[in-house]
């Protein structure tokens, strides 16, 4: 292992050109114009697969120019196998004249590399290759690794999600490692043991026909809006809990020693109010805001729609209003049962002179694995060592879909780990990677890869 370690330290000047050349490349899967940028990213990242010396290497096409990457390097088939993630598509750049350099001209400020995709999801994926290689040259490769790379994680991933059912076989492994996360904060690394699913709904209430005239038909007419407010106010009590039956249900408490260590974590409530500049935050009685965020289910109402809200006045009754409403859901809550507790009360609310229907737009289900579990153990002895702080096992409220397809399609148990900063700047102008950090991160998947396979022995 040292030997790699070593091998990876000496050579990250040229690493770094390399990683200038991918991070070039406006790999933008949003935007169809830079298909052919996708295709090329891809490309480029096949090519430096062979180059290091992985034996088998596959472009596989896509309809939408999303291609994914695999590759393999089947050391020993008595070595434990590790599967791979990470996506190499980018988001979009906008507002351009908000970075300070050009978004796809890799800039070095100090210790930082600002460009789109330097940290989401390019630098780290670089990171693993890179560690991948060092094992190779140095003969130092304890597992199996299968590498299975996205270009459409920012843009729905259909490619991965309709490939990985129908190639179990191929993607066997005995864990899987997601580098697609980060720290908790500036020198706290961490484990991400639970992520949140989602289940994102529209409401539509249908009054009259067409937009009317208030004042011709007001009073008589009923107003869709009326009711979609009415209704909308239902949906929490003052105490900021979801009053939808059943919704709490099936909710999993994280256990004693979870809860405390999230209130060792640096930060308060405090400090979050400060961060977001509101007057207050909205939490659930006697819950903290890491329990809130990381541990509770929610429904959030994203903006209601229809009628009139220009500038001035306009006296419409409006036929239809339309509200988007999803909820974030937490282990064992099940996605199907909690739209239909919604529907169902939904339409018992809503009065016989209005039309409703409720539909479901998306779901993800909610996913958590023990930090008991050996892999995961493995992951956070390695990523404590390489940045020699404690590595922290935490949650995160978001969604990353293809874990929950890693753990129920393929069965594995799941790693969501990486080295991206919370002021890295994702989906937002001036992204940029800690350079040291990525470095460490290089360290990281070698001892992960040797503390898994010793963990197997
Ligand atoms: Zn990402």
Request: aromatic share 8%.
């Amino acid at each position: 292992m040292q030997k790699a370690i070593a091998y990876a330290r000496e050579r990250r000047v040229t690493y770094l050109d390399q990683f200038r050349d991918w991070l070039r490349i406006p790999s933008i899967s949003a935007l169809p114009e830079h298909g052919a940028d996708c295709v090329r990213a891809a490309q480029w990242l096949a090519g430096h697969l062979r180059e290091i010396g992985l034996p088998r290497v596959e472009v596989i096409p896509s309809q939408r120019n999303h291609p994914l990457v695999y590759a393999e390097h089947a050391r020993d088939a008595n070595a434990p196998t590790v599967l791979f993630y990470g996506h190499y598509d980018v988001q979009p750049v906008d507002p351009l004249e908000l970075w300070t350099t050009p978004p796809f001209e890799p800039a070095q400020r100090g210790d930082r590399l600002y460009a789109r995709g330097a940290s989401d999801d390019k630098g780290q994926v670089f990171a693993a290759v890179k560690a991948i290689e060092a094992m190779i040259a140095t003969h130092e490769l304890p597992v199996n690794v299968k590498l299975l790379v996205e270009g459409q994680e920012e843009s729905g991933g259909e490619e991965i999600h309709a490939y990985v059912p129908r190639h179990r076989k191929k993607l066997a492994a005995d864990c899987a490692l997601v580098l697609d996360s980060g720290f908790f904060a500036a020198g706290v690394p961490a484990i991400t043991v639970g992520l949140r699913g989602i289940l994102y709904t529209e409401i539509e209430i249908q009054g009259p026909k067409s937009d009317l005239h208030s004042g011709v038909y007001g009073g008589a007419v009923p107003n869709p809006f009326h009711e979609m407010v009415r209704v909308l106010a239902l949906l929490h009590d003052k105490s900021n809990r979801v009053r939808l039956p059943g919704f709490y249900r099936a909710v999993r408490e994280p256990s004693e020693e979870e809860l405390r260590m999230w209130r060792a974590l640096p930060g308060s409530d405090a400090d979050l109010r400060a961060e977001v500049g509101a007057e207050g935050l909205t939490l659930e009685d006697g819950r903290t805001s890491l329990e809130c965020r990381w541990s509770r289910p929610t429904l959030e109402i994203h903006g209601v729609g229809g009628g009139f809200s220009g500038a001035g006045g306009k006296t419409v009754l409006p036929a239809k209003a339309l509200a988007k409403v999803s909820m974030r859901l937490v282990p064992d809550q099940k996605p199907e049962a909690i739209f239909k507790s919604l529907d169902r009360f939904v339409r018992r609310q809503v009065r016989p002179a209005y039309r409703v229907d409720v539909r479901k737009l998306s779901t993800g289900r909610p996913w958590v694995v023990s930090s008991e579990e050996p892999a995961v153990r493995a992951a956070a002895q390695a990523w404590t060592v390489a940045y020699g702080a404690e590595a922290k096992f935490i949650r995160v409220g978001g969604s990353v879909p293809i874990v929950d397809v890693f753990k129920n399609t393929l069965r594995l148990p799941v790693i969501v780990t990486g080295f991206g900063m919370p002021d890295d700047n994702l989906h937002a102008p001036n992204e940029k990677v800690e350079l040291p950090a990525m470095w460490d991160g290089v360290d990281a998947v070698i001892r992960f890869f040797h503390e898994f396979a010793r963990t197997r022995r």
